[in-house]
C-alpha cells in the first residue's frame, strides 16, 4: 500500500463517517475514523436525533397520562407526576446503548477508531491528535453545529441551544424558541408537554420553511390548538440577562416598533452551520463556498483528487439518513463501484405529533416546473387514525399532469414519519398515482391515507 498508513481515512464518526468507514471496511479497505467526541455517532446519536426523540417519546407518554388522553381510553392513572431526572436517565441509556453499538460495529469491521481531533498537513495526510497519519482516501465528514445569533449569547443556563436544550434540570415556565424551523418546534413541543407554555419568535411569515406550503399553514394551525404561541414576521434584536431569566427585545421583521418579552429560558434554533473550524483545509487545498459547505461533484470528490465530503459539511439537507447515503455512496465510488444518491428523493420529517413529512417537490415547485395533479385525503377520513383519536392531518400527492408520475408527497399524521418511506420508495420507483392508488394497502392503516389521495389525484377516493 505504498507508505500510506490507510486506503481510507474518514474525519468525523457521524452518520455520514461512520456508515462511509463501515462499508469502506466491508469492502476490504483498510479503514480508520477520526473522532474528537468522547463517544462515537456524531452530532445524531450523541445530541441530535436519537435524544430528541427519546424525549420527544417520553414527554408524549407524560402528555397523554397526564392530560386525559388514557382516560378516554379507560385507562385510569391517578398521581401523575412528572421524574425529570428519570426521564434524562432513560435519554442517556439510549445515547449510551446505541454509541456504543457503533464501537462494537468498528471493532466488528476492524474500523481503526484514531480518537481526537483531525487537522490536514498536506493532501494526503492528517494529523490527529499527536499522530500523522498518510491515507490515499480522505472523506470529510465533520458535520456541523449550531449557528450563532449575534446579540443572544448562549450561556447554556437561561438561553440554550438544542444541546442544552436536551439537558435542562427543571421544566421551564415560559420557554421562547428563537427560529420556526425543525428544532424549534420539536423541542418546543418536548417542554411543553411537560408544562412550560412555549412562544416561537419566527423570522419569515410562516414557520418550517422548505415545506410545502399547504403543510406549513395546517402545522402552524395544529401547533397553534396545542397552546404554541407562534409570533412570525418576527425579530429578535436583544437578550438580557435578568435575576430570573431573559428579557428579549422583538420588533417586526419589517421594521416598526419594539415590543419585549419576559422567558425563562430562551432556546436559538435558527440553523446550522458546517464545521470546518480547525480543519486545516487550505493544507489540503480546498475551500468552501459561501454557505462554509465543502463542494463536492456527484459522486461526492472534492476538487482535490483523493478528498471526499459527505453529509452535513457538504451541500443539501442537513439530514441523517442524507448523511448515511452518501456514506455509503462515498465509500463505494472509492472502492470503484458505482455510489450514487437521488437528492430528488430525501425524505424530511418533523417528529412532532402529528408528524410533518414530506419527499419530493412541494406543490409550489411543482406548480412552477409544470401542470400538475394534486389528491388529498384527510386522516379524519382515515379509519385507523379516527379510531386511535389522531384525526388532524392530511396526506397529499402532487403528480405530473400529463403522466401521472408522483413528483412529491406531503404528510401530516401520527405517524407521517413512517408513512412517508412508501412515498419515497414509491417515487425511486417512478411510480405514478395511479400505481400507488391500486397497491393493495393493508387495513385499517394510517398508510391507507397514501392510497385513498392518490386516488384522489383522479378525483375518485372511496372515503370522502
Ligand atoms: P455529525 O453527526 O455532525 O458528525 C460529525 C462528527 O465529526 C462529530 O461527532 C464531530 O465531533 C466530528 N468532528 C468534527 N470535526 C472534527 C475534526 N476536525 N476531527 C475529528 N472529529 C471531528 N436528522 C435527521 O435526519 N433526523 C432527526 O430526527 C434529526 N434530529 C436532530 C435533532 C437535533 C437536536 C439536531 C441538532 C440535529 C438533528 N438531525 C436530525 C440532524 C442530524 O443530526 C445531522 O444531519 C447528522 O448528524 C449529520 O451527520 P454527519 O455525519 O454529517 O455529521
Ligand atoms: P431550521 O433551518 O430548520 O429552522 C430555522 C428557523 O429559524 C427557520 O424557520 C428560519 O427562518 C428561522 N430563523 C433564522 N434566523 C432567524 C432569526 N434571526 N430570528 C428568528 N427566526 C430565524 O434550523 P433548526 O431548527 O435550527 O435545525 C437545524 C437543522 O437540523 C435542520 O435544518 C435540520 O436539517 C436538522 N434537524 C433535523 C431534524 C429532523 O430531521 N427531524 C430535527 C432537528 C434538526
Known amino acids: 500500500m505504498d507508505d500510506y498508513d490507510f486506503d481510507v481515512l474518514v474525519i468525523g464518526a457521524g452518520p455520514g463517517g461512520y456508515v462511509a468507514a463501515i462499508r469502506a471496511a466491508q469492502l476490504g479497505l483498510k479503514t480508520a475514523c477520526a473522532e474528537s467526541r468522547e463517544t462515537l455517532g456524531g452530532t445524531c446519536l450523541n445530541v ?118 436536551l439537558e435542562l434540570s427543571k421544566v421551564p415556565g415560559h420557554m421562547v424558541v428563537i427560529g420556526g424551523g425543525v428544532i424549534g418546534l420539536e423541542l418546543g413541543s418536548v417542554w411543553r408537554r411537560l408544562g412550560a407554555k412555549v412562544t416561537v419568535v419566527e423570522f419569515l411569515d410562516q414557520i418550517l420553511p422548505g415545506m410545502d406550503g399547504e403543510v406549513r399553514k395546517e402545522a402552524a394551525k395544529i401547533f397553534k390548538k396545542q397552546g404554541f404561541d407562534i409570533k412570525t414576521g418576527t425579530k429578535v434584536t436583544k437578550a438580557e440577562r435578568t435575576g430570573k431569566g431573559v428579557t428579549l427585545t422583538v420588533e417586526p421583521a419589517k421594521g416598526g416598533d419594539a415590543s419585549t418579552i419576559e422567558a425563562d429560558v430562551v432556546l436559538v434554533a435558527i440553523g446550522r452551520r458546517p464545521n470546518i473550524d480547525g480543519l486545516a483545509l487550505d493544507k489540503a487545498g480546498l475551500t468552501v463556498n459561501q454557505r462554509g459547505q465543502v463542494e463536492i461533484d456527484h459522486d461526492f470528490r472534492t476538487k482535490v483528487p483523493g478528498i471526499w465530503a459527505i453529509g452535513d459539511v457538504a451541500p443539501g439537507p442537513m439530514l441523517a439518513h442524507k448523511a448515511e447515503d452518501e456514506g455509503i455512496a462515498a465509500a463505494e465510488n472509492i472502492a470503484g463501484l458505482t455510489g450514487i444518491v437521488n437528492h430528488d428523493v430525501i425524505p424530511s420529517v418533523v417528529y412532532t405529533m402529528p408528524e410533518i413529512a414530506g419527499v419530493g417537490l412541494t406543490e409550489e415547485q411543482a406548480k412552477e416546473a409544470g401542470e400538475i395533479k394534486v389528491g388529498k385525503f384527510p386522516m379524519m377520513a382515515n379509519s385507523r387514525a379516527k379510531t386511535n383519536r389522531e384525526p388532524d392531518g392530511f396526506v397529499k400527492v402532487i403528480a405530473d399532469a400529463k403522466t401521472d408520475r408522483v413528483l412529491g408527497v406531503w404528510i401530516i399524521a401520527s405517524v407521517g414519519g413512517t408513512m412517508i418511506a412508501q412515498a419515497a420508495q414509491a417515487m425511486e420507483f417512478g411510480a405514478t398515482s395511479e400505481d400507488i392508488a391500486y397497491t393493495c394497502h393493508a387495513h385499517p392503516t394510517h398508510s391507507e391515507a397514501v392510497k385513498e389521495a392518490a386516488m384522489a389525484v383522479t378525483g375518485k377516493p372511496i372515503h370522502i
Not at 63 to 89: N, Y
Not at 100 to 129: C, M, P, Q, Y
Open 48 to 165: 441530535g436525533c436519537i435524544p430528541s426523540k427519546a424525549l420527544l417519546h417520553a414527554s408524549e407518554l407524560f402528555e397523554e397520562a397526564a392530560h386525559g388522553t388514557l382516560a378516554k381510553w379507560g385507562v385510569k392513572t391517578a398521581g401523575v407526576e412528572l421524574d425529570l431526572d428519570a426521564m434524562h436517565g432513560t435519554r442517556l441509556e439510549a445515547i449510551k446503548g446505541l454509541t456504543g453499538g457503533i464501537e462494537f460495529l468498528f471493532k466488528k469491521n476492524k474500523v481503526e477508531w484514531l480518537k481526537g481531533h483531525a487537522a490536514f498537513t498536506g493532501k494526503d495526510s492528517v494529523k490527529v491528535g499527536d499522530r500523522d497519519v498518510r491515507a490515499k482516501n480522505i472523506i470529510i465528514a465533520t458535520g456541523s453545529s449550531v449557528a450563532p445569533l449575534p446579540g443572544v449569547e448562549i450561556d447554556h443556563e437561561a438561553i440554550v441551544d438544542s444541546t442544552s436544550a
